[in-house]
């Protein structure tokens, strides 16, 4: 009872940590040029729920030789996860050294770029609502936590990144079988109800068990989706029971960008969109008078 006890104690804390804070009302956003939404009740926009970003001093670098283009940095209790799924995936038969990190931790600013570049005319996607079927908008994606990864193939093998084709392939239909034995939960399954399409290349790290170091804190930063929209396939024991009943359900700000030519839209990965805690009004002292 004692454990119980302090280890509540201990998720609360990361629950205030890793939880936007609670607006008071909702109120119209500008996602893109020309593209206002107004969050649901719940939080949620265009169907995804709001997460922070994680602090660049949370994040290391991912294996040598698995980042694609761009770095590949990851949360550091997923890191040595992601190695031994890596490894075993490279010794596997039929499968080979063949996985590679398409994408990893992306900055809030970043994941604006990639949000809004392909809407418009003659862009992919015609407004805010379309594109958000497959891309999450900005403050609304699982890789601004750190802890999820889309996975790609070199050499592709005929298939494209980030494309359903990666089920069928022996790396894909590796990980549909293995990755939960290393922490790894498919965020966005055929068919879920979080109106997100089939994404068989986004995983999102939440530990094999609930003894893995962090995976208590990246199980309740999750705690949400995991409970409304679960992952297939998803990793589940008995401690995430308690985990959902001090999950707390708040929606997120609206973020803040920075000026365009800033060093975070030039790729940095700096974090200048920590939301800060509200400082706690001191208790006024009341002096007890003499008898």
């Known amino acids: 009872m004692r454990w119980f006890t302090k280890r509540t104690k201990t998720l609360l804390a990361w629950a205030t940590l890793a939880t936007p804070a609670l607006a008071m009302a909702a109120t119209p956003e500008q996602l893109c040029s020309g593209q206002w939404v107004t969050p649901g009740a719940d939080g949620r926009v265009l169907g995804h729920i709001p997460y922070r970003e994680a602090p660049i001093s949370d994040l290391v670098s991912a294996p040598a030789g698995f980042a694609l283009g761009q770095p590949c940095h990851i949360q550091r209790d997923a890191a040595p996860d992601l190695a031994r799924m890596l490894t075993a995936a490279a010794t596997a038969p ?125 199980r309740l930063l999750f705690a949400r989706a995991r409970g409304d929209f679960p992952g297939n396939p998803q990793i589940r024991d008995v401690a995430d029971g308690w985990i959902g009943v001090i999950q707390p359900v708040v929606p997120a700000p609206a973020p803040v960008l920075p000026p365009p030519g800033s060093a975070y839209l030039n790729g940095m990965p700096q974090s200048y969109f920590v939301q800060p805690l509200p400082t706690p009004t001191p208790t006024p002292l009341v002096r007890r008078r003499r008898r």
């Open 94 to 218: 039929g499968v080979g050294n063949v996985l590679r990190g398409v994408s990893c931790y992306r900055t809030i600013a970043y994941q604006h770029g990639v949000f809004c570049s392909q809407i418009g005319p003659r862009k992919a996607c015609k407004d805010a609502a379309e594109r958000a079927r497959s891309v999450a908008p900005p403050g609304h994606s699982e890789h601004a936590t750190g802890y999820a990864i889309d996975f790609g193939l070199r050499p592709s093998g005929g298939c494209r990144d980030v494309n359903p084709c990666f089920a069928r392939t022996a790396a894909g239909l590796w990980l549909l079988a293995h990755a939960p034995e290393y922490g790894f939960e498919l965020s966005f399954p055929a068919g879920n109800t979080q109106g997100v399409t089939w994404e068989p290349w986004h995983w999102r790290w939440v530990g094999a068990s609930i003894n893995t170091p962090g995976a208590a804190r990246a």
